[in-house]
């Protein structure tokens, strides 16, 4: 009867080195899609900035405080993303 669990006892040491080194870059790599998503936002927010601006100029200045608003909100989460990518890789 065969168990369906792995036997690890015939691997080799610098095997799961690599394959653990290679993992941590992939997950890495992974974590920094976030970033992508934090910069669409970005761009959403300028955006749509934009557009109301040039809609009613009178309340741009009310306006500008809420885009440094978004922007920050934004900005953090991409911060969080890379965060979490340095500590794949060097922790």
Do not use: C, H, Q, W
């Not at 690890?8 to 970033?35: D, F, K, P, Q």
């Not at 741009?60 to 405080?65: S, V």
Request: proline share 2%; hydrophobic share 60%; no cysteine.
């Amino acid at each position: 009867m065969t168990t369906p669990f792995i036997n690890y006892s015939n691997t080799n040491l610098a095997e799961e080195s690599v394959l653990l080194e290679g993992l941590r870059l992939v997950g890495a790599g992974l974590a920094t899609i976030g970033l992508t998503g934090a910069g669409m936002g970005i761009g959403v927010v300028f955006g749509a900035f934009l557009i109301a601006a040039s809609r009613n100029p009178n309340l741009k200045d009310m306006l500008f405080g809420y885009v440094l608003l978004g922007f920050a909100l934004t900005e953090a989460i991409a911060l969080f993303a890379l965060m979490m990518a340095f500590l794949i890789l060097f922790f």
